[in-house]
RNA sequence: GCACCCGUAGCUCAGCUGGAUAGAGUAGCGGCUUCCGAAGCCGUUGGUCACAGGUUCGAAUCCUGUCGGGUGCGCCA
């Protein structure tokens, strides 16, 4: 696979002769490589790049080459000649019915529809889709959820979460060795005060998993505790220094509080459909040990300086416009350590022990200029070698109607569970009402599809970097590109071949793409493996989301205008767009479960 | 003060390495069901791409500046 550079599209250079490949190459890169053969064949410099894309209007073909406007100003010529010569050298036999040029220079190229019959059979036929597997896989950490033990999960945990998920699931469908890293909140000084009031609550309601009910209830009697009681909050700071001395007792406190919150939040990952699991935590704790030498290699290497009492590294990399540089402390005066220092022995674990040669951070945008600092801190001190990519992929805040960040009524934090329950109650009130005749089980199983699914999808459509505004009305509308329409157009081809009474399967024949619509899916679902590329690249969801919508939207004018199983269809017209259905409803189900979204089969 | 992100239709958002007449959804208006699921489809109204310069065959996209909104900036994570 590519190198991870992120950002930009690079035209593959690569070569490979076409036989040696077990999948083909999506059209967008067969083409590539057909138009730069032909514009090497001219004479065109070979780093001039090909420029394919597919044709945002109906009437410039199927795809575009805009090579020739850029290429011919470079070579100083005539951009409209240039093209007449590309085209004349370029050889699409067998896969484009007409090429044409147009305006000062642009290549239309018309795809044949046998051709794209062929293409679609193979994917119909393939366990992948005719989604390549990667031929160098890459270890990849992906850092995400990460919630705070000390309290419940809420709102703020929700994007981090199912974006790094999705993420985790692309990249492992790709082929590539995924290490999930759930970097959770576990040390600190709030966890004196928790064990402190574990402790005490323990005497009065019998076991841990009584006194922890509700974390975050437990939360706040601790932090009232604090407040009013004088003693108690003595008794607090003294367990923070006894638990980070290694205190027997103070360990065994705490590893009590740990599994209850945890067991919390494995429960919230079960009810996501997110694939987390215990086994994936690497707490801050984990890497208590390693903070004291991380500061002393950065003393040895003279790039820790002692300011205030406090060490401190100044990052020239990051110096303002008057120079000063960016000040970064790593350890407290004290002697205490920060997350800026947990976060480097994290990286240095990450790279020494699991390999990484990727690694992914999707946390909070706010946090952009620690993560830089940890990146570039990391390089300097050669913890990090440069071929290793480090990435923060930053997400913006989720925001209510007013604009502001999403709160309760009355200004608290939004608890996940209590969001979760409330999006499958209105989507079962929805199925209820649209389909009242599903037995219950089904309804409810449905409603927990429809709307767990709702609140990821309406999350992950968006675009990762951008505040977005949550809003039931539009997540569980059930119009428009959100999930519940996707589920909807896998349900309609389930239907269908109900219907039909036939299995995908036994379906061998020849597809004909004998209709406009039928021609627009297909080129659609053929673009696939280019959209799910380009989602690894960049770490941006949405650009699938965007592409199952279309696939989804096509299908519907396509099954409008196509009639399938009425009178006076002929089998072979049948069966052909049987298993354009069928390659619809896979790509779907195939896509949706990279999103971490669930299908059925009616509701 | 400095740094980063953002500003596109009434609302919510796309717009891919700079490409042709800036696209969806929703809201509004008008149609479609003796026919495969109407949670659907078709049509239509609606934008000075915040503003001003610059780069060039071509700018929503790249550069500079201005205005407006958000976030962050040495001992919380």
Redesign the pocket.
């Known amino acids: 696979m590519a190198s991870p550079t992120l950002g ?2 690079n ?1 593959p250079p690569f070569v490979f002769s076409y036989s040696d490949r077990i999948y083909p190459m999506n059209i967008r890169e067969l083409l590539n490589q057909k138009v730069l053969n032909a514009m090497a064949a001219v004479g065109v410099p070979s780093d001039l ?1 090909a ?7 109906a ?3 199927d795809y ?1 080459a ?1 090579c020739a ?2 290429a011919a ?1 470079a070579m100083g010529t005539n ?1 409209r000649e240039l093209a007449t010569k590309i085209v004349a050298a370029l050889d699409l036999e067998g896969i484009a019915e007409k090429i044409e040029i ?3 220079g ?1 290549i ?1 190229i018309d795809l044949k529809p046998e051709w794209l019959g062929e293409q679609i059979a193979k994917a119909q036929r393939d366990a992948r889709l005719q989604v390549e597997q990667v031929s160098s896989p890459q270890n990849v950490v992906i850092d995400y959820s990460g919630p ?1 033990l000390a309290k419940e999960m809420h709102v703020g945990h929700l994007r981090s979460t199912i974006i790094g998920d999705s993420l985790a699931r692309l990249l492992e469908f790709q082929g590539h060795n995924v290490i999930r890293q759930n970097h959770v ?1 576990d ?4 966890f004196g005060m928790l064990i402190a009031e574990l402790e005490e609550q323990l005497g009065a309601k019998g076991d841990e998993a009584m006194a922890l009910k509700d974390l975050e209830v437990f939360y706040q009697q601790a932090k009232k505790h604090f407040d009013d009681d004088e003693a108690f909050a003595n008794k607090a700071r003294e367990y923070v220094v006894r638990l980070q001395s290694g205190d027997a007792q103070m360990l065994k406190l705490w590893e009590q509080f740990k599994t209850s919150s945890l067991h919390h939040s494995t429960e919230i990952y079960q009810q996501l459909n997110v694939t987390l699991k215990d086994t994936d935590v690497r707490g ?1 704790s984990f890497y208590n040990n390693d903070l004291a030498p991380v500061v002393k290699e950065l003393q040895n290497q003279g790039l820790a300086v002692e ?4 060490q ?1 590294v100044f990052l020239q990399e990051l110096a ?3 120079g000063n540089p ?2 970064m ?1 790593i350890q ?3 002697g ?4 800026a220092t ?1 976060d480097l022995a994290a990286l240095r674990y990450r790279v020494n022990t699991l390999k990484a040669n990727r690694i992914m951070y999707f946390i909070d ?6 993560m830089q600092q940890v990146f570039t801190l990391s390089r300097n001190a050669k913890f990090v070698d440069e071929s290793v990519s480090l990435e923060h992929l930053a997400f ?2 989720m ?1 209510g109607s007013d ?1 502001k ?1 999403f709160k309760t009524r009355t200004g608290g934090t939004v608890k996940l569970a209590e969001l979760l329950t409330e999006a499958v109650e209105r989507a079962g009130a ?2 209820s009402e ?2 009242p005749d599903l037995p219950s089980d089904e309804i409810a199983e ?1 409603s927990r599809k ?1 709307g767990i699914g709702s609140v990821k999808y309406a999350d992950l ?3 990762r ?5 949550f ?1 039931w009305e ?1 997540m569980l ?5 959100t999930a ?2 996707l589920q ?1 157009a896998f ?2 081809v ?3 071949f109900r ?1 039909a009474g036939v299995t995908p399967e036994s379906l061998t024949n020849a597809i004909i793409i004998g209709t406009e619509q039928e021609k627009t899916l297909a080129i659609k679902l053929l673009q696939f493996s280019e959209v799910l590329d ?1 989602v690894a690249r960049e770490a ?1 969801p ?2 699938l989301c ?1 592409y199952l ?1 279309e696939i989804a ?1 096509l299908y ?2 396509f ?8 009178d006076g269809i002929e089998a072979d017209v049948r069966d052909s767009r049987l298993r354009l259905c069928h390659l619809v409803a896979r790509t779907i189900q195939q896509g949706l479960e990279l999103l971490g979204i669930e299908v059925m ?3």
């Open positions: 930009r599209y035209s790049p420029l394919i894309a597919p044709s945002k209007k009437g410039f073909g575009q805009n406007m850029g100003k951009p147009a305006g000062p642009f239309n705070n909140g040390w600190g000084t709030q801050e300011s205030d009492g406090a401190v303002d416009k008057e960016s000040p402390i407290k005066q004290g205490g350590f920060l997350y947990t945008a706010r946090q952009s200029l620690h913006g805040t925001m604009g960040p929805l199925v649209k389909n449905i429809v459509c968006k675009t970097t951008n505040d977005y505004i809003s539009s509308s059930f119009e428009g590109n519940p329409y909807y349900t309609r389930q239907s269908i219907k380009q941006m949405h650009l965007t919508y939207s519907m004018t099954y409008e205008a196509c009639p399938i199983l009425k089969e009616r509701m």
